[in-house]
C-alpha cells in the first residue's frame, strides 16, 4: 500500500521566522488519520529565516533527526555539544531522560531542514547528540544509511529505535531498491525532484506511507534527493 500526502495537503505554520509544514499532527495541527507512521512520530518540513531559530527548550524519550537540506543549523545544549550540520549532513540527539537544547539558523540565507521524531524503543536512558557529514556522491543511485539502530550499520549515526533513516540521491530514470518487508512501515519524501513507486508519482515534499512492500524500488522522473524512513510497526 502507497498512501501519498501531497506537500499542499499538509497542516502547518507560518511564524515569520518559521514556515513549517507537518506529515503527522503537531502542536496546533491535528489530524486522527495522521498521529503516526508505525514508531515514527513526527516529519516536519521546516524553513528558517537567517538570524533566528529555536531558543533553548526541553524533549525527552525521543529519538530526533535533523536533515539538512539547506544553508546549516548550529546546535547547541545543556551537555555541552555544540555543532554546525550543513546541507546533505544529518544530526541525531537522543533526548533519554531529559535534554535541552537550542538551534539556530547561524547563516547569511534561509536554512531547510527535516526533522524526523522517532518513538525509542527503551525509556530514560542517558541524552546524547551527534552529528555526521553523508556527501551526497556517495549515495548516487543507491540508499546509504543516515542513522540506525542497529549494530550493524556501523557507519550511520546511532539511533535508539527499531528503524533507519536513509538517503539516496537518484538521477533520472535511475532506480534504488531498499529490502523492507511487508511487516515494516516506511516513509519516504523526495527533497527535490519526483519520484516513482509501483507507479505511483511522488513529488518534491510529498509524503509516501508504504507498508506491505518486500522489496522498495523507488525510480527517479526527475534528478532527485531522498530520505527514507523505516520503522517498526
Known amino acids: 500500500m502507497i498512501d501519498v500526502r501531497s506537500f499542499a495537503s499538509l497542516g502547518g505554520a507560518d511564524h515569520g521566522w518559521l514556515k513549517a509544514k507537518h506529515h503527522f499532527s503537531f502542536a496546533d495541527y491535528h489530524?486522527?488519520?495522521r498521529v503516526h507512521w508505525g514508531a515514527l512520530r513526527v516529519?516536519?518540513?521546516?524553513?528558517?529565516?537567517?538570524?533566528?531559530?529555536?531558543?533553548?527548550?526541553?524533549?525527552?524519550?525521543?529519538e530526533i533527526i535533523t536533515y539538512v537540506r539547506k544553508g546549516a543549523i548550529t546546535h547547541q545544549d545543556n551537555l555541552g555539544n555544540r555543532g554546525r550540520t550543513e546541507a546533505g549532513d544529518v544530526q541525531v540527539m537522543s533526548a533519554g531522560s531529559g535534554i535541552t537544547h537550542?538551534?539556530?539558523?547561524?547563516?547569511p540565507g534561509a536554512t531547510e531542514i527535516f526533522q524526523i521524531w522517532i518513538i525509542p524503543t527503551e525509556r530514560g536512558r542517558a541524552p546524547s547528540w551527534g552529528a555526521r557529514p553523508f556527501p551526497k556522491e556517495n549515495r548516487a543511485g543507491h540508499f546509504v544509511t543516515l542513522a540506525s539502530g542497529y549494530e550493524s550499520d556501523a557507519d550511520a549515526l546511532p539511533i535508539r529505535t527499531d528503524a533507519r533513516?536513509?538517503?539516496?540521491?537518484?538521477?533520472?530514470?535511475?532506480?534504488?531498491?531498499?529490502?523492507?518487508?511487508?511487516?515494516?512501515?516506511?516513509y519516504l519524501v523526495p527533497s527535490t525532484g519526483a519520484v516513482e513507486i509501483e507507479g505511483v508519482r511522488v513529488n518534491t515534499r510529498d509524503g509516501a506511507a508504504i507498508?506491505?512492500?518486500?522489496?522498495?524500488?523507488?525510480?527517479?522522473?526527475?534528478?532527485?534527493?531522498i530520505v527514507l524512513v523505516d520503522a517498526a510497526a
Open 43 to 62: 516529519w516536519n518540513d521546516d524553513t528558517i529565516a537567517p538570524g533566528t531559530g529555536f531558543p533553548p527548550h526541553p524533549h525527552r524519550d525521543m
Open 211 to 225: 507498508t506491505g512492500t518486500e522489496t522498495l524500488r523507488v525510480t527517479a522522473l526527475e534528478d532527485a534527493e
Open 31 to 33: 489530524d486522527p488519520e
Open 165 to 186: 533513516v536513509l538517503g539516496a540521491t537518484l538521477k533520472a530514470g535511475q532506480t534504488a531498491e531498499y529490502a523492507l518487508g511487508t511487516e515494516r512501515h516506511a
Open 102 to 107: 537550542s538551534e539556530y539558523n547561524r547563516e
